[in-house]
C-alpha cells in the first residue's frame, strides 16, 4: 500500500498539545508520520464487439487504461444466438490466466450463457478480478449456430484511481 506524508504534523509524527504546552502524538496518523493512500474508484465499463462469422471463430480485445487499474466485478453480453462459445483471458502476468471457466486447463471455452448475464442480472465475479492498467483482456468467441453471430461484451468493474491521487501529492 503507498504511503503519504501526513499534512496534519508534516512527517514528524508528533504536534502540539491545545495548549501548546506539550506535544503529542499526531492524532491524525497515529505517530507513523504517514498516511496509507486510499484509492479511489469510480465505476467503469470496457465494451466490445465481435461479428462471429458462422461456425468459425474470431478473437476480440479490450485494452484497460493506461493510468488506471480495473477491478472487474460484473460480466454482461448480448449475442445474436446463444449457440456461441467464449475463452477470455488475461496476460498481465506475464502468462495466460484464464477468467471464464475451464472445461479445459488453459483452454476454457464455455457457453456464453454459462460466462455472461445481462444487465438486469449480471454474472458476478467472485471475489472480483483485478486487471494492471494498460494490459489486454483477449476473447475468443467461437459460433456454433451456423449463422453470422455478433457478441457485444461488456466488463463492469471499478477503475483504480490511486495512481492518479499519488501523482497530485
Ligand atoms: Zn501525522
Given at each position: 500500500m503507498r504511503t503519504y506524508q501526513c499534512h496534519v504534523c508534516k512527517g514528524?509524527?508528533?504536534?502540539?498539545?491545545?495548549?501548546?504546552?506539550?506535544?503529542?502524538?499526531?492524532?491524525?496518523?497515529?505517530?507513523?508520520?504517514?498516511?496509507?493512500?486510499?484509492?479511489?474508484?469510480?465505476?467503469?465499463?470496457?465494451?466490445?464487439?465481435?461479428?462471429?462469422?458462422?461456425?468459425?471463430?474470431?478473437?476480440?480485445?479490450?485494452?484497460?487504461?493506461?493510468?488506471?487499474?480495473?477491478?472487474?466485478?460484473?460480466l454482461m453480453a448480448t449475442y445474436t444466438d446463444p449457440r456461441l462459445l467464449v475463452t477470455i483471458q488475461d496476460f498481465s502476468g506475464g502468462e495466460y490466466w484464464t477468467i471464464s471457466p475451464n472445461q479445459n486447463y488453459g483452454i476454457g471455452i464455455v457457453p456464453i450463457t454459462l460466462i455472461a448475464g445481462t444487465a438486469q442480472l449480471p454474472f458476478?465475479?467472485?471475489?472480483?478480478?483485478?486487471?494492471?492498467?494498460?494490459?489486454?483482456?483477449?476473447?475468443?468467441?467461437?459460433?456454433?449456430?451456423?449463422?453470422p453471430n455478433t457478441l457485444n461484451m461488456v466488463m463492469y468493474g471499478l477503475s483504480i484511481l490511486e495512481d492518479e491521487a499519488q501523482q497530485a501529492a
Open positions: 514528524s509524527g508528533a504536534v502540539h498539545n491545545p495548549m501548546r504546552t506539550l506535544w503529542q502524538r499526531c492524532p491524525m496518523c497515529e505517530g507513523a508520520g504517514q498516511i496509507q493512500a486510499t484509492p479511489g474508484k469510480k465505476p467503469a465499463w470496457y465494451t466490445l464487439k465481435i461479428d462471429v462469422p458462422p461456425s468459425g471463430s474470431q478473437p476480440g480485445s479490450i485494452q484497460i487504461n493506461g493510468r488506471k487499474d480495473f477491478e472487474l466485478q460484473l458476478p465475479i467472485r471475489p472480483s478480478y483485478r486487471i494492471p492498467k494498460n494490459n489486454a483482456v483477449n476473447f475468443v468467441a467461437t459460433d456454433q449456430s451456423g449463422a
